[in-house]
């Protein structure tokens, strides 16, 4: 199985919207991409410096799914919105063994 692990740190401008916001749009993912076995969203509750806003945990069964993902119509809007409202992102992407 391939994990798939984004955060996110929003803009300050109207974060909580667009954290909620965005939460929603990535759980609806699932019913656009058949690829996409399983997804979880979390807003984060931490303040420390280092911290991000927001984090993304998918699973896909295949690398090839994940890259079929990546362009997806559907996840490429989403893509398209984030870029909007955030000021950093960083990924990881793991074979589960």
Same mark, same amino acid.
């Given at each position: %199985? *391939?994990?798939?692990?984004? %955060?996110? +740190?929003? +803009?300050?401008?109207? +974060?909580?919207?667009?954290?909620?916001?965005?939460?929603? /749009?990535?759980?609806?993912?699932?019913?656009? *991409? #058949?690829?996409? /076995?399983? !997804?979880?969203?979390? /807003?984060?509750? @931490? %303040?420390?410096?280092?911290? %991000? @806003?927001?984090?993304?945990?998918?699973?896909?069964?295949? +690398?090839?799914?994940?890259?079929?993902?990546?362009?997806?119509?559907?996840?490429?809007?989403?893509?398209?919105? !984030?870029?909007?409202?955030?000021?950093?992102?960083?990924?990881? #992407?793991? /074979?589960?063994?």
């Amino acid at each position: %199985m *391939i994990v798939h692990i984004v %955060m996110f +740190k929003f +803009k300050e401008e109207d +974060k909580q919207s667009n954290l909620v916001k965005v939460r929603a /749009i990535l759980e609806q993912l699932p019913k656009k *991409i #058949d690829e996409l /076995i399983s !997804i979880e969203v979390g /807003i984060n509750f @931490d %303040m420390a410096d280092r911290a %991000m @806003d927001l984090s993304l945990y998918s699973t896909f069964k295949t +690398k090839e799914d994940l890259a079929s993902y990546a362009v997806h119509p559907a996840h490429v809007k989403v893509v398209d919105f !984030i870029k909007t409202v955030v000021t950093e992102s960083k990924v990881v #992407d793991y /074979i589960q063994p």
